[in-house]
């Protein structure tokens, strides 16, 4: 009989994968907390996911991060899954209980929220609408969390107008959608803005919409983090207004998979983000 402890395996599946910075914000967390433990990228194609999963346990995984394009097969294969995650449609972190069940869970929402009550402490979301541009799978756990928090109104547009009319169907009156040919418009008088698209990206679309009814008294947030201060952050902070950035979102969503993966609930400091930015 061994006497050596098993050491846990975690990791992020996604395709692809290589440009992840999981690894190295998981990475630290791990050194700074002197946790024997691993976490690891793992490239996996869509047809693959199902075997890998079920695969995982077997090799000493308590769990991973699920990336694009996988958060919604990955909801679809676990056993049982949280409200938020059911809520969101989607699954970023998955927990490999000892029943050999697996468990879905959405923390995209929580690490939103965490992010802007650090970067903006005195921001009230109960206080006005919120805009957010884009419609995709990150929209929805933002658009949740708004409306979790208290905001009256959440006003969405989207270059394809379905996604963002399929959100209202889903979340119910509080949303309200916006031509995208009006998305300048849904700014006015809102006091939380959120860019969920990949315009203002490195590599990405240029950033398109008009600010001119951007109150300086809005706070603004980009889920992009490359560049980590994107046209949108930069315009709005010219206007006056407070500004975050996407990487804390990246950094406070991992929290709770790394506390029930490694048993420590782990804090985001600005040495965490230095290590992240320079990976």
Excluded at 248 to 260: N, S, T
């Amino acid at each position: 009989m061994s006497d050596h402890p098993t050491i846990p395996l975690a990791g992020v599946i996604g395709h692809p994968i290589a440009h992840s910075r999981s690894p190295a914000l998981h990475g630290y967390w791990l050194r700074h907390y002197g946790i024997a433990g691993h976490y690891m990228p793992m490239d996996v194609a869509p047809e693959d996911l199902a075997q890998v999963l079920h695969a995982l346990p077997k090799a000493g995984f308590v769990g991973c991060n699920i990336t694009i394009p996988h958060k919604e097969a990955a909801l679809e294969l676990a056993d049982v899954i949280s409200d938020r995650a059911a809520l969101i449609g989607a699954a970023n972190t998955l927990i490999f209980r000892p029943d050999g069940k697996i468990h879905g869970d959405n923390t995209d929402g929580y690490g939103f929220i965490a992010n802007l009550r650090a970067g903006a402490p005195d921001w009230i979301p109960e206080l006005g609408p919120a805009a957010v541009i884009g419609a995709g799978g990150a929209a929805r756990a933002i658009v949740a969390s708004l409306l979790e928090v208290g905001c009256p109104e959440v006003r969405i547009s989207n270059r394809s107008r379905p996604r963002a009319d399929q959100l209202r169907t889903e979340f119910g009156a509080r949303i309200v959608v916006y031509d995208w040919a009006q998305a300048g418009n849904m700014l006015e008088g809102a006091l939380t803005v959120v860019n969920t698209s990949s315009m203002g990206m490195t590599g990405g679309p240029e950033f398109r919409v008009p600010l001119d009814a951007l109150s300086p008294e809005a706070v603004v947030t980009d889920i992009v983090y490359s560049p980590l201060r994107t046209p949108l952050l930069a315009e709005a902070e010219a206007r006056g207004c407070v500004t975050v950035d996407g990487l804390g979102m990246l950094l406070h969503q991992a929290v709770p998979g790394f506390e029930r993966w490694f048993g420590q609930r782990p804090e985001v400091t600005d040495a965490l983000r230095a290590a992240v930015l320079g990976a």
